[in-house]
Nanobody, 122 residues
Framework: QVELVESGGGLVQAGGSLRLSCAGS????????MGWFRQAPGKERESVAA????????YYADYVKGRFTISRDKAKNTVYLQMSSLEPEDTAVYFC???????????????WGQGTQVTVSS
């Protein structure tokens, strides 16, 4: 079992930065790949980024490449999403998720966090 708690969301102006955190707990946390998804109002949930359990592999959606960075601190059981050059189109609820790289890639992770709101003003 894995529990995930996101934090770090908020309101930021376009061009600004935010760092989201996802604190994990549970005996399986360290062996799970981790990912971030987002869902904007009226839109389907979409993948943002993912990182493998051993921090070797990462994945980024095209619309965040070069602007967002996913990282993982195993000692703190925490995954981060550093977001820079934010655009109003990045406004969404951001969810942390855990699973395998395969389940994350198909949008079907084993565990979800509760989400944190990110709002980017123009």
């Amino acid at each position: 079992q894995v529990e995930l708690v996101e934090s770090g969301g908020g309101l930021v102006q376009a061009g600004g930065s935010l760092r989201l955190s996802c604190a994990g707990s549970g005996r399986d946390f360290s062996t799970n790949a981790m990912g971030w998804f987002r869902q904007a109002p009226g839109k389907e949930r979409e993948s943002v980024a993912a990182i493998s359990w051993n921090n070797v592999s990462t994945y980024y959606a095209d619309y965040v490449k070069g602007r967002f960075t996913i990282s993982r601190d195993k000692a703190k059981n925490t995954v981060y999403l550093q977001m820079s050059s934010l655009e109003p189109e990045d406004t969404a609820v951001y969810f942390c998720a855990a699973g395998s790289m395969r389940t994350l890639s198909i949008g079907a992770p084993d565990y979800w966090g509760q989400g944190t709101q990110v709002t980017v003003s123009s």
